[in-house]
């Protein structure tokens, strides 16, 4: 796959698991309540596995890195949490 679409659902990816595990915002409110809870459905859905398929990775792998993000208490940058999300997708593309 080229490196720059595997970049992009990286990227997708990446600010789903910042915001499924309450990493919105410093400040959170009602919005913020209802992307998290929004995020947390995507990784259950059709779109999700699409990803997934295009950018040929089990969707149980980002799922463990999702649940590997929830349970830290370590804050990220978006930007940090791209490099070890992409890093870790990239080891085990199939």
């Known amino acids: ?49 699409y990803i997934c398929l295009i950018i040929d990775i089990e969707p149980s792998v980002v799922r463990k890195i999702n649940e590997q993000f929830k349970k830290t208490k370590k804050k990220f940058a978006q930007n940090e949490a791209f490099k070890i999300i992409f890093e870790i997708i990239r080891r085990n593309i199939q």
């Open 1 to 49: 796959m080229e490196n720059t679409y595997l970049r992009l659902y990286c990227a997708v990816i990446t600010r789903a698991i910042l915001d499924n595990t309450f990493r919105t915002s410093p400040n959170y409110n009602k919005s913020d309540i209802i992307i998290c809870e929004e995020a947390k459905n995507w990784f259950l859905s059709h779109d999700f596995e």
